[in-house]
């Protein structure tokens, strides 16, 4: 039996990294029309408000994005329609009925020039086509005038997708050796923590207990493990977990190599980590770091 106020969140991106986490961890908050493309493609303006329409949703929460940061340099057009005028779209819908909206930005918004964690107030300078269309997402939801959460994370990973994490554990069978940057300085967060602080943030707002709504606590928030590494320091905490769990038949020798020696099509910044006092300072809550973070996420996988 349904209880009387119970939310209608509309979950678009239900089977990416954070999308199938999230369908878990919001289960208990509502009752969930979660989609995916090819049924609701942001691209599709039209297909999504029907959507949107037929739902009527009390909270929408987009986990989709165009997310192949080297592709979008060829591919601005789409690139910018699902992260630059699909999320102000979504905005537009929640504020017609009187709904709310949560975002997922990035890091690649800000060029790395910064030598100590950004906040959430630091100009966003973008050094390529997906940070540009990401940051426009952003500024589309916040003039949109509906009540927002928009969490920027970073080097986002998990055990399901395309990631960093299950590429290295992946070639570690079938390479000796294997090249990684070691001069550009993140913090590798986990799909799962994205997804559980999402939930305890939206579980604070929806409860009567508490004084938090969405409308007196919309804003932007930066939502990443705490701490920072290189990809390389990441990737030997990855292989030392990979030993250690017997993850994989052998581990490959590490090279670290400036970014120069592994040139991409899109330009990535030296320094990308941020911080989040704001988010600990709002709600309680403390976010662990990128390493333990990644001991929880690898100790399923054995």
Not at 23 to 42: E, N
Not at 84 to 108: F, N, Q
Not at 161 to 190: C, H, Y
Request: hydrophobic fraction near 40%; proline fraction near 5%.
């Amino acid at each position: 039996m349904k209880t009387q106020n119970r939310h209608k969140i509309l979950l678009i991106g239900k089977d990416g990294q954070v999308g199938w986490q999230l369908r878990r961890t919001l289960a208990p908050l509502g009752d969930i029309a979660a989609y995916d493309h090819p049924h609701l493609d942001l691209a599709d303006i039209d297909l999504t408000r029907a959507i949107i329409k037929e739902v009527q949703p009390t909270l929408i929460v987009n986990a989709a994005a165009y997310t192949d940061v080297d592709k979008a340099e060829g591919d601005s057009d789409k690139a910018m329609a699902i992260n630059g005028i699909a999320p102000g779209m979504l905005a537009e819908e929640a504020k017609k009925l009187g709904a709310g909206i949560v975002h997922y930005s990035t890091d690649y918004v800000f060029d790395g020039n910064k030598a100590s964690p950004y906040t959430e107030k630091d100009k966003a300078n973008p050094l390529n086509v997906y940070g540009k269309t990401k940051l426009a997402g952003d500024q589309a939801i916040q003039d949109s005038g509906a009540p927002y959460l928009i969490f920027r994370t970073s080097w986002v990973y998990g055990i399901r997708g395309n990631n960093f994490m299950r590429t290295l554990l992946k070639l570690f069978a079938e390479r000796e050796e294997i090249s990684i940057v070691e001069d550009q300085i993140g913090a590798p967060t986990w799909s799962r923590m994205i997804a559980e602080v999402t939930a305890q943030v939206l579980g604070q707002a929806f409860s009567p207990a508490t004084d938090f709504s969405l409308k007196n606590i919309s804003g932007l928030y930066n939502l990443t493990a705490a701490g920072e590494t290189s990809w390389y320091g990441f990737a030997q905490s990855i292989a030392d977990h990979a030993t250690t769990q017997h993850l994989t038949p052998k581990v490959s020798q590490l090279k670290p190599i400036p970014s120069v020696e592994y040139p991409l099509p899109a330009v990535r910044s030296k320094y990308g980590v941020l911080s989040h006092q704001k988010l600990n300072n709002t709600f309680g809550l403390t976010i662990p770091t990128w390493n333990e973070q990644l001991a929880l996420c690898i100790a399923p996988l054995t």
